[in-house]
């Protein structure tokens, strides 16, 4: 029998979805899973995901980098923001991340009760994701971050990429994961043009950060796929084969 | 300036969208809202949405025809169920009916804070949904009733549908209504056959409804919309062009 795969729009809809021992894929494609995947592929030794931005600065005091953002806008009083572009060249090789961020950092914390085990999703590293998720014994449940409570149109254009990708090898036991694996196979071609519709894509232009939009919409940048051990975020290389 | 249109996918979500003055479109494809205007479409003079099967069965004392269904299925005790097919060729024309279903009527009651108006919407008066609304100096949200709190297929679809016939004259100023009118515009030549994968199309073909279906994907079979009036649902006809 084959394993499932679902999918979950917002974390304001997670209580309705059943977490237990399935392995949760948590995406925040602009930005937070893109930046954390490009830092943990740029070699920082982990990142972990915080709720608040107080916490998040007293981390400083224990060795962390630390990294925050609320709004789209990079938070006052930290080192890094929210753009994948900052970890490149291995900028933070070796060093610890503590990282906070809108709507990211939420939806992990609420992934955590039952889960076999929380990975973080991007398209960066799509098929590094599916090529593991493909070897594990469990159902899959890809768990969008979305905009405040809200749909999203990256995130679930993620989730559809997924179960696009995953298609044979996996019930799709959804309608929202029918819905995205349809819209990301006929949009697939033109990914950031008709992303540039989306809402947040939006925000963001206005923020000046076309080239974050940019480099978020590049599959398979990363062969490593991102797991959570305890409260880290820590990079696992993937065999290609 | 342009009036705006969003899209909910489910009751849970309707408390991160601001409903005042806003015309609420609800529908719940599967079979509630379509049920709905095939009466209204054949003369019943008013429908009375009903949260609970105990009200509404109370109602029948007061001189109301019941309807009544929980997860698909007729309520026990009630005349009708929630088959459109039902109240065709006038069969009830001229009654008064109190009707209660799964996620449909919950959805009409999340909508009225505010509101200023509420229809209900299905795929076999959508040219009749859309020219009215064309005609009102308001913005517009469409609350999909769901699944038992999921986004479903067929209502989302149908918002899509709403939005795609809407676009010209509106703003689409939500993330799920760019979704849905493309994934509508790439399956609209074969809606039944992609929506045929859909959960709670399948879960209906289990209790041999592929009738109720196939009528529920029609469009454009009855030029009125049906409207909320204190706590009835009435019909009001639409000028053909």
New interface residues.
């Given amino acids: 029998m084959k394993k499932n795969i679902e999918v979950c729009?917002?974390p304001?809809?997670i209580h309705?979805h059943d977490i237990n021992d399935k392995i949760v894929v948590v995406v925040d494609i602009f930005r937070a899973t893109s930046t954390m995947i490009t830092a943990l592929g740029n070699g920082v030794s982990s990142i972990t995901p915080v709720a608040d931005l107080e916490t998040c600065r007293s981390m400083k005091a224990e060795g962390y980098l630390i990294a925050g953002e609320r709004n789209g806008q990079p938070a006052d009083g930290f080192l890094l923001g929210n753009s994948p572009l900052a970890y490149l060249d291995n900028a933070f090789a070796g060093q610890k991340i503590a990282m906070t961020t809108t709507n990211g950092t939420l939806a992990i914390e609420k992934s955590k009760s039952g889960a076999k085990a929380i990975l973080i999703g991007a398209f960066i590293n799509l098929s590094a994701t599916a090529q593991y998720l493909k070897t594990q014994n469990a159902d899959i449940l890809i768990h969008c971050a979305g905009?405040?409570?809200?749909?999203?149109?990256e995130d679930?254009l993620y989730a559809g990429a997924l179960v696009s990708t995953l298609a044979q090898d996996f019930s799709?036991?959804?309608?929202?994961a029918?819905?995205?694996k349809?819209?990301y196979e006929?949009?697939k071609t033109n990914l950031p043009g008709?992303l540039a519709?989306?809402?947040?894509a939006k925000r963001l232009q206005n923020h000046n950060i076309e080239a974050d939009i940019d480099f978020c919409l590049q599959l398979d940048q990363y062969m490593i796929i991102g797991k959570l051990i305890g409260q880290e975020l820590v990079a696992q290389s993937i065999e290609t084969e």
Avoid: P, V, Y
Avoid at 147 to 153: E, M, Q, R, S, T
Avoid at 197 to 200: D, G, I, Y
């Fill in positions: 729009f917002s304001e809809l309705l905009w405040k409570g809200k749909f999203n149109l679930s799709i036991s959804c309608d929202g029918i819905a995205m349809s819209l006929t949009t008709f519709q989306a809402s947040h």
